[in-house]
């Protein structure tokens, strides 16, 4: 049903349009004032800027989900029970993603600030921020299914396209993302985070080595003939 070029050329575009989201929003966390403690990171969240960026990439993962549904369509092609499998683990990234973008959203961005303003009470402060904290711990905490899910959707994706040349951009993305998130969570779940700088770095240029190639191939991909 997905696996047709109209569907292809839409989640070509959605890629490319993740690209663009990901790019403001390196460009918002370099043009925001630096937030020193937890209340100016609090009374930070509700400024236009990054309300767009948070919004945007709440937004940005209905339209993943839509991209990986077309992409394992393809996959589908090759190998059926794979590509569900792997539907089934990028679905949950993109379940998981929009629920924490949601709550960051709606909760610490817009209405713990405003509850922060409007009250001069000492205690309430505290809980507030403690409401702040306790996002972030949680937040944490996610990632790992998160991040779990999305890697075994992209090794799954990979051994459902196979070793076929026509799929090689696809594999490049799905496997580079693969290690991108093996090498993640070895780092913030096992080793503890001593890489955090070099990965901000080289987060957004993984994005473009990742996506522009899905954007690509998915461009590029041909309905096979009926047999």
């Known amino acids: 049903m997905f696996d047709t070029p109209r569907h292809r050329r839409i989640a070509a575009v959605v890629a490319l349009i993740y690209v663009a989201v990901q790019s403001f929003q390196w460009y918002v966390f370099g043009h925001l004032p630096e937030a020193g403690d937890p209340v100016q990171q609090l009374l930070q969240g509700p400024h236009p800027l990054n309300l ?32 569900v499998l792997a539907f089934l683990g990028f679905f949950v990234f993109c379940l998981l993603e929009v ?14 600030p405003e509850q922060y303003r409007a009250t001069t009470d ?8 403690a409401a702040q904290g306790s996002f972030q711990s949680v937040q944490y905490a996610l990632y790992f299914p998160l991040g779990l899910s999305w890697l075994l959707g992209s090794v799954l994706a990979c051994l459902a396209l196979g070793r076929d040349r026509m799929h090689w951009l696809a594999l490049w993305a799905f496997g580079l993302n693969a290690v991108r998130l093996f090498l993640r969570m070895i780092d913030s779940y096992l080793i503890g985070p001593k890489f955090d700088a070099l990965y901000g770095t080289l987060y957004l240029p993984l994005v473009y080595l990742s996506f522009v190639p899905l954007a690509i191939w998915l461009w590029r991909q041909k309905t096979p003939p009926s047999s």
């Open 122 to 129: 000492t205690a309430e402060h505290a809980r507030i921020l």
């Open 99 to 112: 629920h924490l973008r949601a709550v960051e959203l709606f909760h610490v961005y817009l209405a713990l």
């Open 52 to 83: 767009a960026r948070a919004t945007s990439m709440l937004l940005s993962f209905f339209g993943l989900a839509y991209l990986f549904l077309v992409a394992c369509g393809i996959a589908w092609r090759r190998n059926p029970a794979l590509a």
